[in-house]
């Protein structure tokens, strides 16, 4: 378990284990108490449909939750990146009228880093702030999206604009339901895991570069969660270090929106680090080599590294990050692996460095 200190709320438990689905009721009573709030479990239809049917893998959490005493009602909304707009949280918020959700209530957000985004904003902007316990799915959410409060969505104009820094009352990660992911979700939630090796933690890069996590998982993931605590801890609101965390980001997202969100955001982040690593590598920004590495360990965990489209229209795209401060924009590059640094660049430097132009 790790406990995360922020401003914003009160600290917060992260836990990682197996099981923890079954305990969640229990888990919450040391939240709540003697209180029965009403509880809004939000969620996807894929994620839902694992604990639906006679031959359910995953335990009912809504009976489970019921059955010691919780008014629970549930939205279930279309899984995937396309659902990630205000729209649906529009649809959220029909939902929790509804249900007369107040400030005393919780919501529940339960899948991957699409619900949690979605329905951590939805608890942000309800009311003006309802509290929110995150029970990522996903290994993305676990080891990235559920911790740190960023919550928010997408809008035609780019990806995470809208959204708010919202914090969970509580973390819990049910290392269980990483069974039933498709190899390219998994690879996805690699793609983060691997940006924290080379931001952060070299051994922990080395340590991918050997192979698949095997059951190193829980240790990974645990890993992983410490790394992005120390960096909330000392950075909340993304004002300076904490924007490391957006290594491969800013050019992962233009993929993620130029493709329509047929790219996912796993994937993008592979090719976003692969292709910054190789534009400071051409300006001796980084150590040669570094690229060739990076895209190595994403292509072993099964991860693209290359696009075929545009830089020109890509850093147009990147113009909209919201790392941009008028017409600089801070780019995340390794010192080496193992070492981020922020590098702003003018605009209209970007297509080149990108070349790997500048700096020559
Ligand atoms: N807030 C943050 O700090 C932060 C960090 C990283 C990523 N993100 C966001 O997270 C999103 C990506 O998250 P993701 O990769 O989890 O995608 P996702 O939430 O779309 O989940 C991927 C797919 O896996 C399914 N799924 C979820 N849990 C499952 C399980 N246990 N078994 C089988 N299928 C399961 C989902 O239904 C979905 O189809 C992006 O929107 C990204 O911007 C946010
Ligand atoms: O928590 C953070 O800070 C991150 O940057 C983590 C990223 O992996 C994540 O994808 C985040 O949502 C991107 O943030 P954004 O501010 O660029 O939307
Ligand atoms: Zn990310």
Request: hydrophobic share 40%; glycine share 12%; charged share 25%.
């Amino acid at each position: 378990m790790k406990t995360i200190h922020v401003a914003a709320g009160r600290p917060y438990d992260i836990r990682i284990g197996g099981g923890l689905l079954r305990e969640l009721p229990a888990l919450l009573t040391g939240i709540c108490g003697e209180r029965r709030p009403r509880l809004a479990l939000i969620t996807d239809d894929r994620v839902n449909a694992l604990a639906d049917g006679a031959r359910r893998p995953v335990p009912d959490l809504q009976a489970a939750l019921e059955a010691a005493g919780y008014p629970v009602c549930k939205f279930v909304f279309p899984n995937g990146e396309a659902s990630k707009t205000l729209d649906t949280v529009q649809k959220v918020y029909g939902f929790l009228s509804a249900n007369s959700i107040t400030r005393t209530d919780l919501i529940l957000a339960v899948g991957g880093g699409v619900v949690g985004d979605l329905a951590g904003f939805a608890a942000a902007t309800w009311l003006r702030g309802v509290s929110f316990v995150q029970v990522p799915t996903t290994l993305l959410a676990m080891v990235d999206s559920s911790v740190g409060g960023k919550t928010g969505v997408d809008i035609p104009e780019g990806k995470n604009l809208v959204g708010a820094f919202w914090q969970p009352s509580f973390v819990a990660c049910d290392t269980d339901m990483l069974s039933f992911l498709p190899a390219e979700t998994f690879a996805d939630g690699m793609a983060e895991v691997i940006k924290y090796g080379a931001i952060l933690d070299e051994s922990l890069f080395s340590l991918l570069e050997a192979g698949a996590p095997g059951d190193r998982l829980r240790e990974i993931i645990a890993r992983c969660v410490d790394l992005k605590r120390q960096v909330v801890e000392e950075d909340e609101r993304d004002r300076g270090l904490r924007q490391i965390l957006n290594f491969g980001h800013t050019f992962g997202h233009a993929i993620e929106k130029e493709s329509a969100f047929s790219v996912t955001h796993g994937q993008g982040v592979a090719i976003g680090m692969a292709l910054m690593a190789r534009a400071c590598e051409r300006v001796g920004l980084t150590p040669a080599g570094t690229a060739d590495r990076i895209a190595r360990c994403c292509a072993l965990h099964g991860l693209p590294t290359r696009t075929d489209y545009p830089l020109e229209t890509l850093c147009a795209h990147a113009m909209g990050d919201k790392k941009r401060a008028g017409d600089r924009l801070t780019l995340v590059t390794l010192e080496r692996l193992g070492k981020a640094t922020l590098h702003p660049v003018g605009a209209a430097e970007l297509p080149d460095f990108m070349k790997g132009g500048a700096g020559r």
